[in-house]
């Protein structure tokens, strides 16, 4: 019997331990532990958040729904996402309005190869309470161009086309940390283009985002976190187009150790999203 009693006994600990694992945590941009309710409550305060992801982690794809959930139920809002081109908005807006069905939708828009576990749900939500999507990003094979033939490329296109972006001609600092840092990481031999081909899809989608600010309204935008890290990117542009607009930045990061954050990540967003690095990937 008592042998019966320390085996159930121990069975409660080990459940109890395991309910005590912990796959992520959130610290605010001085490396101290926060909860999500705070970041909630910022996020009810602000105008915009940038929700910077990485694209592959499904603990980003489960906050980003869980804080739209938890923003819509008090506040209005507006959703927007970097992984859909604004050429592609026809499509998106068919399908929230029911117009179109997903088959339709996989076929008229470019759709990411994990679109369907980690950007769908996103989707719908927005579908089914009657949310604004808004597609942000320059078409890819825009981009493409300015990573070849610099800014001057886009002024060949038509009307139409420039109308899938942010107006011509495109603000741009060479200076800002990001882009430098990108072309120290791709070596001596890139291009000065490609940074601003980085810079045009950042320019696009904060220039989307403010077309499409409203009052009392929070839009809430996902993007990968090297797009809006340091309050520069889309941060940028959103101040460039608006200045004194209400930002509020998420920054994600993998570690071994979650109840630390690394002193490399601090100041790297107002919030920064550590996620075990051994959470398994999508892709």
Known sequence: MK???LSF?????IMLHAQDKSVYQLFDKNGKKVAYKKLLKAALETEVVLFGEYHNNPICHWLELELAKGVAADKAIVMGAEMFEADNQKAVNQYLAGSIDQK???STARLWPNYTTDYKPLLDFAKDNAIKFVATNIPRRYASQVAK????ALELLSPEEKSWMAPLPMPYDASLSGYVNMMKMMGEHTSPNMPKAQASKDATMGYFIVQNLQ???VFLHYNGTYHSDYF???SWYLQSYKPGTKIITIATVEQKDIDKLDSEHYNKADFIL??????TKSY
């Open 3 to 5: 042998k019966g009693i």
């Open 9 to 13: 006994l121990l069975l409660i600990g």
């Open 104 to 106: 339709k939708l996989d």
């Open 149 to 152: 033939k610099g800014f001057e």
């Open 215 to 217: 009052p009392n309204t």
């Open 232 to 234: 520069e990117g889309i």
């Open 274 to 279: 550590v996620i075990d690095e051994d959470v």
